[in-house]
């Protein structure tokens, strides 16, 4: 499956996410690639960081034929997660066009909520020309035990594209993990933000998003 993590407002996590769930997926077994589509490179700063052996591979491609040359590398791994671009242009388009499901991850704020509409209308131009193409939200960085995070599903049920039921919290311990080019479930295996990661995760690829309506 290829996952791609999208959103054109800056600050919501694609690359923790994008990080987390490849690091899940590579310690449950599966063979992975991440493709860092930021120009910024901030995918690959954090595997520079790491020291010892990577989890899984971390390649550059902030290009706008991605959809193109990630053809060479789909055949060698069982999931390919990209990392996307702070906004929506043409790498943005690309890897939408390359992927299975997009993965829009958003913060549990107003500003959060109206922003999205810009790659949720992307994504619904996307399925015209691919009618197999899923999308779901993924609320990351949830303030534990406040009403905002469950408000947000709420709001953003307008957009009529899947939310999660497993979401995000926001924890120290991915700031820290990041710092040494790791995952919290390396650094703090039995967590809650382990747990959580683990929990998006599983639903990513097990959960049965229907068909974005065009």
């Known amino acids: 499956m290829i996952i791609a993590m999208l959103n054109q407002k800056g600050g919501v996590g694609k690359t923790t996410l994008s990080v987390h769930v490849a690091g899940a997926l590579a310690m449950s077994g599966a063979k992975v690639l991440l493709i860092d589509a930021d120009p910024q490179g901030s995918a690959l700063d954090w595997s520079a960081t790491r020291e010892g052996n990577a989890l ?18 789909v055949d060698q791994y069982d999931h390919i997660l990209i990392a996307g671009p702070p ?4 790498l943005a388009r690309s890897a939408i066009m390359a992927a299975d499901l997009v993965a829009i991850p958003v913060q549990p704020s107003p500003y959060d909520v109206w922003a999205a509409k810009e790659i949720t209308d992307l994504v619904r131009e996307a399925v015209v020309f691919k009618e197999t193409l899923k999308a779901t939200f993924v609320i990351n960085r949830k303030i534990v035990n406040t009403a905002i995070g469950r408000d947000v599903v709420d709001a953003l049920a307008g957009y009529e594209l899947p939310v999660l039921n497993a979401s995000i919290c926001q924890r120290v311990g991915f700031a820290e993990s990041a710092a040494v080019g ?10 809650a933000a382990a747990a959580e990661v683990k929990a998006v995760t599983t639903e990513l690829i097990g959960l049965n998003i229907q068909e974005i309506a065009a």
């Open 56 to 73: 899984f591979p971390v390649i550059g491609l902030p290009r706008p034929n991605l959809h193109k040359e990630l053809g060479a590398h």
């Open 87 to 90: 906004r929506v242009n043409e």
């Open 182 to 191: 790791m995952t919290v479930m390396e650094t703090e295996p039995a967590s």
